[in-house]
């Protein structure tokens, strides 16, 4: 009897062993909508513009980082095509585009999940002397989700600058790559390095030679994000770019004045982000969470402003009317569970303007004309 079930968990074992193993198949992409360009404003010769792509992405793109840069290519050769790339261009990319590599090499059943929870389980089982190194030490309220990130985080911060380093100089851009969950991120050598200790989500900054500036940490993670992050404790950085001194505040972060006192000087602001679950914008505001609720707001607008219309007064375009512009860039697709929801929004000398709200990939671009010359 012992022989028998020592051959079943020999025989299951291996058979797991061999799972973990296949990749994603390549296979047909599953069809999506088509991508909208879509002009905020007036173009304007040889003005500079700030251009958000609001990808449509889904959990197969994760499958590996050629998956990955193949999918963003293909907006950006988009964009270039409408003749809305320049070396005057900084592009913005949305908030956790980076986080989701923690999938990236893992078996087919990661990616045949119903739930981010089944992908995590299969990422951490495809890993697990890593997982188990890091668990065992874990001090995380989620140790699970920490214990996997910190054991696929070298090679996360490898094929995140992969990406967005050889968009940035194939497309000769300036590029805001969104955000990634890292330890205790840096950058060494012009090499985004992961560190020890607490994750931080965090954007950088990509320039048209390839090289890195950053981190930016995010300073208020939400509810969801606090089991497994930490909150950044800034500065928060002023980084000098073609198009002027930029500043990044990273989702929930431009909803607090605090924020933006630490980029007092900036001229740019753009803000990646991710709204989740589906249809949130047309459901009433839920008021702030992950954080205290800052003095300047009216507690009568919890539950009577809809959560798109509480993102239009109490983020950019809310508090970003003093820039010279700004940019907010949402995510949208399919990646498990997990739902999304959002609007391009932008400002331009303290006028709010605002994309179409699609469940699509949409490409927006503003272009920096001078407050004399309209829109």
């Known amino acids: 009897m012992i022989r028998k079930l020592l051959l079943v968990a020999v025989l299951v074992t291996a058979t797991l062993a061999i799972l973990l193993r296949i990749p ?4 047909a992409a599953a069809p999506e909508p088509p991508v909208l360009l879509e002009p905020l404003n007036k173009a304007e010769a040889g003005s500079a513009n700030l251009v958000s792509i609001q990808p449509y992405l889904t959990s197969e793109d994760y499958a590996s980082v050629e ?3 193949r ?5 950006l050769t988009q964009g270039r095509s409408a003749g809305w790339l320049s070396e005057q261009t900084l592009v913005v990319f949305p908030e956790h585009i980076g986080t989701w590599l923690v999938a990236e090499g893992e078996s087919f059943l990661a990616f045949r999940s119903d739930s981010t929870t089944g992908a995590l389980f299969w990422a951490a089982l495809g890993n697990l002397p890593d997982f188990l190194r890091h668990w065992r030490d874990e001090t995380a309220a989620d140790p699970f989700a920490a214990a996997l990130f910190k054991s696929k985080a070298g090679a996360m911060a490898e094929q995140y600058q992969q990406v967005f380093s050889t968009l940035a100089r194939e497309f000769g851009v300036t590029l805001v790559a969104g955000s990634i969950a890292l330890p205790s991120p840096s950058i060494e050598r012009d090499q985004i390095r992961a560190g020890t200790g ?6 950088f900054v990509f320039f048209a030679d390839g090289s890195v500036a950053g981190p930016v940490r995010k300073l208020y993670p939400i509810d969801s994000e606090l089991p ?3 909150p950044g404790e800034g500065p928060l950085p002023i980084i000098d770019t073609p198009l002027g001194r930029l500043g990044v505040l990273i989702c929930a972060d431009s909803w607090y004045p605090q924020a933006w006192r630490q980029l007092e000087g900036a001229e740019l602001v753009a803000v990646p982000s991710y709204s989740s679950p589906d249809g949130i914008w047309d459901r009433p505001w839920g008021g702030y969470n992950g954080a205290a609720t800052p003095a300047d707001i009216s507690g009568r607008d919890v539950g009577t402003l809809s959560e ?5 007064k109490y983020a950019l375009a809310g508090r970003g009317k003093h820039l010279r512009a700004g940019i907010n860039t949402f995510f949208r697709g399919e990646l498990w569970d997990l739902g999304d929801d959002g609007r391009t929004t932008a400002v331009l000398h303290g006028e709010v303007l605002q994309g179409e709200r699609r469940d699509g990939a949409v490409i927006s671009s503003l272009w920096l ?3 004399n010359n309209g829109n």
Request: glycine residues 10%.
């Open 198 to 203: 607490a994750i931080y989500n965090s954007s």
């Open 67 to 69: 998956r990955l840069q």
């Open 71 to 75: 999918k963003l290519r293909g907006y």
């Open 228 to 230: 497994f992050t930490q």
């Open 369 to 371: 004309v001078e407050k």
């Open 308 to 312: 798109g219309e509480a993102w239009r």
């Open 24 to 27: 994603l198949p390549e296979g």
